[in-house]
């Protein structure tokens, strides 16, 4: 089978953007598990010692009890 000089150019450009076109996707993979991470960081970083400071302030002001690991209802 004969290919023209157009058919070339075709093939070329397919290949072409069949390469750009996985490169993105690797990129786009990448940055998703680059922000999976980040997000994993923040809750360690920043939710965890948030949710120990409530914790502390409901425990100190007798609304939850540690142990339990229940809210008091407070009467």
């Known amino acids: ?3 023209s000089s ?3 150019r075709i093939l070329s450009l397919a290949k072409s953007l069949f390469a750009v076109a996985t ?4 990129r786009a993979t ?3 598990a680059l922000r999976a991470a980040k997000s994993d960081r923040i809750q360690k970083c920043v ?3 948030a949710l120990a ?3 502390g302030f409901l ?3 007798g609304l939850y009890d540690k142990q339990a690991s229940v809210p008091l ?3």
């Not at 490169?23 to 690797?26: E, F, S, V």
């Open 47 to 49: 939710l965890a010692p």
């Open 53 to 55: 400071r409530q914790e």
């Open 1 to 3: 089978m004969q290919y």
């Open 23 to 26: 490169t993105l996707a690797t």
């Open 59 to 61: 425990e100190r002001s």
């Open 6 to 8: 157009l058919d070339h």
């Open 73 to 75: 209802k407070k009467n």
């Open 30 to 32: 990448d940055l998703t």
